[in-house]
């Protein structure tokens, strides 16, 4: 079994609403097939205009109740509800939602750090996996090699202390991977393993992208893993979860 890399992409700079992210990769990396391309969200959020500024804000009440009297907070609970398609558990100022995509994760994905200037939030991309798709098709439009796309997150775990980065987008690259039916070397036949490889590729990535060293893309280089998944399978699906 042969090893794989990580590699940062390094020089891209702050990034706004309208950049092409693919040709800043191309200019500053050279593809190979096979590559899995790992962009974090905030990246794909600000290319797409997805930053709000608190001063617009105006909270409901809710927001006013969960905040408390901090002004601030309560704008940012306010967009955090919006985000929302439900509020699965509230210790203040803590808020876990669900999103529209079917993530469970504090802040509904909204979050302050790593954002544009002081007073924004950045919020998800409204559909990771196209997000995902689109990345790709340019990445391999302009370097002519098959490349898969992930788009990652930092979500918390139950029952774990800190966060590690998950896959939130994917395009080009196996999510899932199900070993129902293989057998182990003893015999053992599997009945309940899949391996979450796009999250296992995500939380690989974010030990060379780090969390502030300002490396939103890097290149896993060295792995087979060329398949048509979608990051939003990820999710257990409502029937199966033992925690709602």
């Excluded at 800043?24 to 962009?39: K, Q, S, W």
């Excluded at 704008?75 to 509800?81: C, D, K």
């Excluded at 918390?156 to 991977?177: E, F, K, S």
Aim: proline residues 6%; contains cysteine; aromatic residues 2%.
């Amino acid at each position: 079994m042969s090893g794989f890399s990580v590699l940062p992409v390094t020089g891209i700079p702050e990034l706004a609403d309208g950049d092409d992210l693919a040709a800043m990769i191309l200019e500053r990396a050279a593809l190979e097939d096979g590559d899995v391309v790992v962009v974090a969200q905030k990246a794909i959020s600000k290319i797409e205009g997805r930053v709000i500024r608190l001063a617009g804000v105006d909270p409901r009440a809710q927001a006013i109740e969960i905040a408390g009297t901090d002004g601030d907070a309560a704008r940012r609970i306010e967009v955090i509800l919006q985000e929302a398609k439900r509020v699965v558990r509230v210790r203040p100022p803590l808020v876990i939602c669900e999103t529209r995509h079917g993530f469970i994760c504090a802040s509904a994905g909204v979050d302050a750090s790593n954002a544009p200037e002081p007073g924004t939030l950045v919020l998800l991309p409204l559909d990771p996996d196209a997000s995902a798709s689109r990345l790709r098709d340019a990445l391999r439009g302009g370097s002519g090699c098959e490349v898969g796309v992930i788009v990652t997150d930092s979500f918390g775990r139950p029952w774990r202390q800190g966060t590690t980065d998950v896959a939130i987008g994917a395009a080009g690259v196996v999510v899932l991977q199900d070993l129902e039916g293989e057998r182990d070397p003893i015999g053992y036949e599997l009945h309940a393993t899949v391996i979450a490889v796009a999250d296992e590729i995500a939380g690989a990535a974010q030990l060379v992208s780090g969390k502030l060293g300002r490396v939103p893309v890097t290149i896993v280089r060295g792995l087979d893993v060329r398949g048509e998944g979608r990051a939003t399978d990820i999710p257990i699906p409502p029937e199966r979860d033992l925690f709602g």
